[in-house]
């Protein structure tokens, strides 16, 4: 299987973590939304979209290479890290998923996971999740990756 992964990581490495614990189980290529080539992911069996959480949303290099991707088909699934909880109502990953999927695509997933952060108040106390991600959470992610390689659909 050819995978490729289009990573923003771009605070504390975060996203990229956990980008390349995937791409270790998928056996994917790792790149920045700036050297995804269009015809790369057309061939791949298999992309992944990923970045951290800013003001609740991802980021948008991360965006703006989907919405310039042309129309096709294709699986893929959508992963992020954010230093605070999603709240359900308002997932951060739903409009990359919704504009994947109006593009053709099919989303396979989602994943997400805590992170360390130190966007503006908590950089006064030296950042929240400090140790993340973690062990646990770079093996729940290459366990959401192993069910994305072996056709078993992962939960979001």
Not at 126 to 155: C, H, S, V, W, Y
Request: with cysteine.
């Amino acid at each position: 299987m050819k995978a490729v992964i289009v990573c923003a990581s771009v605070s504390h490495g975060n996203t990229r973590r956990v980008a390349d614990a995937m791409a270790q189980v998928l056996g994917a290529k790792v790149v920045s939304p700036e050297e995804a080539d269009p015809a790369e992911l057309a061939g791949a069996d298999l992309v992944g979209f990923g970045s951290g959480v800013f003001y609740g949303r991802l980021h948008p290099r991360l965006t703006d290479c989907v919405a310039a991707l042309p129309a096709g088909r294709g699986r893929t699934f959508v992963f992020a890290t954010s230093g605070l909880p999603e709240l359900p109502p308002r997932p951060f990953t739903r409009p990359l998923v919704r504009l994947l999927e109006g593009k053709g695509f099919e989303v396979e997933g989602s994943f997400l996971c805590r992170a360390y952060d130190t966007w503006a108040p908590f950089k006064l106390i030296g950042g929240i999740n400090k140790q993340r991600p973690n062990p646990a959470d770079l093996t729940a992610a290459r366990t959401f990756a192993e069910r994305l390689r072996t056709g078993t659909r992962p939960t979001s």
